[in-house]
C-alpha cells in the first residue's frame, strides 16, 4: 500500500489530467467498471479486479485515482444499490427545490451551470431543415465523445464506441435529418472543453444548450436539468414533475432519445428502488458516469 501512496501522491503534485489523458485512460476503466459492475454483491479485491485486467494492483489503484478522484473500492460502493437508494433519498424536494429558482436565463441548475432554449415545435417537426449543425469528435473522461453545435449553443453530445466514429454521427444524423452537418472540430471544441473540465463550470460563463425535441421530450430534458449533481431521480418522479403522473414509460422513451448526454443528465434517471436501468450509450458508461461525479464531490 505504501507503493499506491507514493503514486498517488505523485500524480496529485502534478495536477489534474487532461481531458485526453482520461480518455485513454477510459479503454481500462471501462473493463473495469464492467468487471465491478458484475461481482459487486461479492466486493471482489483491488487484486481480483487487477488480475481481470491484466495490471497490477498499484496501477489499477493508480489510474483509477487519476481518473475518477476515486479508489476501485470507493468506486464500488458508489454503485451498488445502497448507494443509488441513498441518491434517491432526498430527490423530490431537490427537484422541488431546483423549480423554485426557475428553468429560464442562468439560474444554476446543475454543476455545469446550464442556460436552455428549445427550438420552436414547427423546427423540431422539420426534422431540422433550414439548420446547420457543426459537429466534431473530442477526447472525455468516458472515451471520444462526439459534440453537435448550432450558432445559438450544443444540441447534442453523444459518444464514440469501438472507435466507430461513423456510427455516432449517425446516430445524431438520425435526429434531424434534414440538417446539415459540417464537420467542424475547432467550433465545437470550446464545447466540448466547457463540458468535461470542471474548472469551467463556471456560474460567471453559463454553458448554453439548444434542446430539439418535441413538446413533451423537451419538458422532460428540462426536469432532468434541475436534478442536482450527485444525485438521481426516477421515471415516475419525472412524470409527476411534468403533471402526467401516469406517463412514467413515455418519460422513459424520451429520456432514451436525450440528444445532450451527460449535459442533460438523463444517467440520473433510476429504476424503482435505485436500479441502474437502460441507457442509451451503454450501462457501463452511465455507472461510470455516476461514479465519476461521485468523485468530483467527495473523493474516496
Given at each position: 500500500?505504501l507503493?499506491i501512496?507514493?503514486e498517488?501522491?505523485?500524480?496529485?503534485?502534478?495536477?489534474?489530467?487532461?481531458?485526453?489523458?482520461?480518455?485513454?485512460?477510459?479503454?481500462v476503466?471501462?473493463r473495469?467498471?464492467?468487471?465491478?459492475?458484475?461481482?459487486w454483491?461479492?466486493q471482489?479485491s483491488?487484486?481480483?479486479?487487477?488480475a481481470?485486467?491484466g495490471l497490477s494492483a498499484?496501477?489499477?489503484h493508480?489510474?483509477?485515482?487519476r481518473?475518477?478522484?476515486?479508489?476501485p473500492?470507493?468506486?464500488?460502493?458508489?454503485?451498488?444499490?445502497d448507494?443509488?437508494?441513498a441518491l434517491l433519498?432526498?430527490?423530490?424536494?431537490?427537484?422541488?427545490?431546483?423549480?423554485?429558482?426557475?428553468?429560464?436565463?442562468?439560474a444554476?441548475?446543475?454543476?455545469l451551470?446550464?442556460t436552455?432554449?428549445?427550438m420552436?415545435?414547427?423546427d423540431f417537426k422539420?426534422?431540422?431543415a433550414?439548420?446547420?449543425l457543426?459537429?466534431?469528435f473530442?477526447?472525455s473522461?468516458?472515451?471520444?465523445?462526439?459534440v453537435v453545435?448550432t450558432?445559438?449553443g450544443?444540441a447534442?453530445?453523444?459518444?464514440v464506441e469501438d472507435g466507430d466514429?461513423?456510427?455516432?454521427?449517425a446516430?445524431?444524423?438520425?435526429?434531424?435529418?434534414?440538417?446539415?452537418?459540417v464537420?467542424d472540430?475547432?467550433?465545437?471544441?470550446?464545447?466540448?472543453?466547457?463540458?468535461?473540465?470542471?474548472?469551467?463550470?463556471?456560474?460567471?460563463?453559463?454553458?448554453r444548450v439548444v434542446?430539439?425535441g418535441?413538446d413533451?421530450?423537451?419538458?422532460?430534458?428540462?426536469?432532468?436539468?434541475?436534478?442536482?449533481?450527485g444525485?438521481?431521480?426516477?421515471?415516475?418522479a419525472?412524470?409527476e414533475?411534468?403533471?402526467?403522473?401516469?406517463?412514467?414509460?413515455?418519460v422513459?422513451?424520451?429520456v432514451g432519445?436525450?440528444?445532450?448526454?451527460f449535459v442533460?443528465?438523463?444517467?440520473?434517471v433510476?429504476g424503482r428502488?435505485?436500479?441502474?436501468?437502460?441507457?442509451h450509450w451503454?450501462?457501463?458508461?452511465?455507472?461510470a458516469?455516476?461514479?465519476?461525479?461521485?468523485?468530483?464531490?467527495g473523493?474516496?
Open positions: 500500500m507503493e501512496a507514493r498517488v501522491a505523485a500524480e496529485e503534485a502534478r495536477g489534474a489530467s487532461s481531458p485526453l489523458d482520461l480518455c485513454a485512460d477510459y479503454d476503466v471501462r473495469i467498471v464492467a468487471y465491478i459492475s458484475t461481482h454483491r461479492r471482489p483491488i487484486e481480483e479486479i487487477a481481470h485486467v498499484s496501477h489499477v493508480h489510474l483509477f485515482r481518473w475518477a478522484g476515486l479508489s473500492k470507493a468506486f464500488l460502493q458508489a454503485i451498488t444499490l448507494h443509488a437508494k433519498g432526498d430527490q423530490a424536494s431537490l427537484l422541488d427545490a431546483a423549480y423554485e429558482v426557475g428553468l429560464s436565463g442562468p444554476r441548475l446543475h454543476d451551470f446550464v436552455h432554449e428549445a420552436t415545435p414547427g422539420a426534422k431540422g433550414g439548420l446547420t457543426a459537429y466534431g473530442h477526447p473522461p468516458f472515451g471520444e465523445a462526439i453545435a450558432p445559438r450544443l447534442g453530445l453523444g459518444f466514429r461513423d456510427a455516432a454521427l446516430d445524431m444524423v438520425r435526429r434531424w435529418p434534414r440538417a446539415i452537418y464537420e472540430a475547432a467550433a465545437t471544441a470550446p464545447y466540448a472543453s466547457r463540458v468535461f473540465e470542471p474548472q469551467r463550470w463556471r456560474a460567471d460563463a453559463p454553458l434542446l430539439i418535441t413533451f421530450e423537451v419538458r422532460v430534458w428540462r426536469t432532468l436539468l434541475g436534478v442536482p449533481f444525485r438521481a431521480t426516477t421515471y415516475s419525472v412524470a414533475r411534468i403533471g402526467a403522473p401516469k406517463a412514467a414509460r413515455a422513459g422513451a424520451a432519445r436525450n440528444p445532450i448526454s442533460v443528465p438523463c444517467h440520473r433510476l428502488g435505485g436500479a441502474l436501468t437502460g441507457y451503454g450501462l457501463t458508461r452511465k455507472q458516469i455516476l461514479g465519476w461525479e461521485a468523485g468530483r464531490i473523493g474516496g
